[in-house]
């Protein structure tokens, strides 16, 4: 039934318990970031993304997106995911739909390792999650089983895989 989550936990090792426990913080990860925070996170992620010249296969998936834009959507997603205010609606609609937009780009699970390298040394650079090891093992376990889960959606959501239709998760494409 959950066959998305199932893929996803074994890609990542992380179980979709596990990676919501970052939403479930007290205080939030909101509280304590604040939307600085949230924005210094998103910076210094695609900082990196973009000087990715080691992987250009990775940094080619980016091409139709600036840094500055890219950085804006990401930061308003990580606001309204974690407690804080709906900017990510108010730019984009009602819903994330994280998988379904991603499923124009060809995002596999070396895809998937190569983001949540530039995630992983992002979180540990960071001057607030530096010091917070519950946030940040919380936002590295969400952003793992959430990078797995958007390959194994998208996968499931291309027109090539349309027809055969046996993959069902519950509606649970976000
Ligand atoms: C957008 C790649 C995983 C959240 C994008 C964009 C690319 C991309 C190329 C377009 C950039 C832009 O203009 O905004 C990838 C790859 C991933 C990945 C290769 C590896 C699996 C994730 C994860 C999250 C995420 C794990 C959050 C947990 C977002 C958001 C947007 C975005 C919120 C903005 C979408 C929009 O509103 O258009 N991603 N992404 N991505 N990504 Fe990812």
């Given at each position: 039934k959950f066959q998305l989550q199932d893929e996803a936990f074994q890609s990542s090792g992380v179980s979709f318990a596990e990676s919501q426990q970052a939403l479930q913080l007290s205080p939030s990860i909101y509280e304590r970031l604040g939307e600085e925070g949230l924005l210094e996170l998103s910076t210094l992620f695609y900082d990196r993304v973009f000087r990715d010249d080691r992987e250009t296969w990775f940094l080619n998936i980016f091409s139709s997106s600036t840094k500055q834009q890219a950085i804006d959507n990401q930061y308003r997603f990580l606001v309204q995911t974690f407690g804080g205010p709906e900017l990510y609606k108010e730019k984009k609609?009602?819903?994330?739909r994280l998988a379904g937009r991603h499923a124009n780009y060809n995002i596999g699970r070396r895809a998937a390792d190569r983001w949540n390298q530039h995630m992983q040394d992002a979180l540990q650079s960071h001057s607030i999650l530096q010091k917070d090891s519950e946030a940040r093992m919380a936002l590295e376990n969400y952003f793992q089983y959430t990078a797995h889960y958007i390959v194994a959606a998208s996968d499931f959501m291309r027109p090539d895989q349309l027809s055969g239709g046996t993959k069902i998760d519950e509606g649970r494409i976000w």
């Amino acid at each position: 039934k959950f066959q998305l989550q199932d893929e996803a936990f074994q890609s990542s090792g992380v179980s979709f318990a596990e990676s919501q426990q970052a939403l479930q913080l007290s205080p939030s990860i909101y509280e304590r970031l604040g939307e600085e925070g949230l924005l210094e996170l998103s910076t210094l992620f695609y900082d990196r993304v973009f000087r990715d010249d080691r992987e250009t296969w990775f940094l080619n998936i980016f091409s139709s997106s600036t840094k500055q834009q890219a950085i804006d959507n990401q930061y308003r997603f990580l606001v309204q995911t974690f407690g804080g205010p709906e900017l990510y609606k108010e730019k984009k609609g009602k819903y994330t739909r994280l998988a379904g937009r991603h499923a124009n780009y060809n995002i596999g699970r070396r895809a998937a390792d190569r983001w949540n390298q530039h995630m992983q040394d992002a979180l540990q650079s960071h001057s607030i999650l530096q010091k917070d090891s519950e946030a940040r093992m919380a936002l590295e376990n969400y952003f793992q089983y959430t990078a797995h889960y958007i390959v194994a959606a998208s996968d499931f959501m291309r027109p090539d895989q349309l027809s055969g239709g046996t993959k069902i998760d519950e509606g649970r494409i976000w």
